[in-house]
């Protein structure tokens, strides 16, 4: 039973736990301390209809490729140009771990590894905790299929967009910063975002400054007749 309870609290880190660092420059992050990055979820329930994957009608200013990610509703945009988009649901940072800025998709991987930082692993021995130095990509890597790395002025802001073995969690504030996707969807996007893709992140502190889009809801003929 102790060896089941942490593999779950495991695959229940919040992954990016750490402050962007310095050189992160526009970035903001508000990091109080947190009554641990340890989440041990329960009830697996599904996500809620409204964050499924659509084609939807973005009125927006920013160039095909952007991804826009609007935290405060959990939806994340890739902008296809001509008022179009792919919305996505994604999880977002618990109370305290929220953040806005403008990077890029420094790099990608699929099925990745995870290494949580010394940081995380003290943090967590202390209560208990044992999480491995790496953690092989797998099914129940927390990372999930594949991860896309943020990167701000050419280094690592130790936050990401990955998918997740936890689904339920979708649509949430659930991770320490990271943005979580369903697997299906984050391969989805994986393949269409490419290296050096601009990402708006919007939530607290407005550091992406002003960003100009409005979803107007389902692209209804798109949906039913592609294209």
């Known amino acids: ?3 089941y309870l942490v593999a779950v609290a495991a ?13 992160a420059g526009t970035l903001s992050a ?7 990055d340890v989440t041990l979820v329960v009830q697996q329930k599904k996500p809620a209809e409204k964050f499924k994957r659509r084609v939807v009608r973005l009125m927006t ?5 952007t991804i826009i990610i609007d935290t405060n509703n959990k939806f994340l945009y890739y902008v296809e140009g001509n008022n179009r988009a792919t919305r996505y649901g994604v999880g977002v940072g618990r109370e305290g771990f929220g953040w ?3 990077v890029k998709i420094g790099r990608k991987e699929e099925w990745p590894s995870w290494r949580p930082p010394a940081e995380m692993r003290r943090r967590e021995a202390a209560k208990g905790h ?9 099914i129940d890597n927390p990372l999930g299929a594949r991860a896309m790395y943020l990167y701000k002025g050419g280094r690592d802001t130790i936050f990401r967009i990955h998918g997740t073995n936890q689904p339920w969690t979708i649509g949430l504030n659930m991770s320490s910063g990271c943005i979580r996707m369903m697997n299906k ?3 989805h996007l994986y393949e269409r ?10 939530g607290p502190g407005n550091r992406q400054g002003d960003v100009s889009f409005q979803d107007k809801g389902i692209d209804i003929l798109r949906t039913m007749f592609g294209g």
């Open 100 to 102: 806005s800025g403008v």
């Open 185 to 187: 969807d984050v391969e």
């Open 30 to 36: 508000n990091h109080p301390a947190a009554p641990g």
């Open 61 to 65: 200013d920013e160039k095909p490729g």
């Open 130 to 138: 044992k999480l491995p130095v790496v953690q092989e990509g797998g």
């Open 1 to 3: 039973m102790k060896k």
């Open 11 to 23: 695959a229940s880190i919040a992954i990016g736990s750490f402050a962007v660092p310095a050189s």
């Open 193 to 202: 975002a490419g290296v050096g893709s601009k990402v708006i992140v919007i």
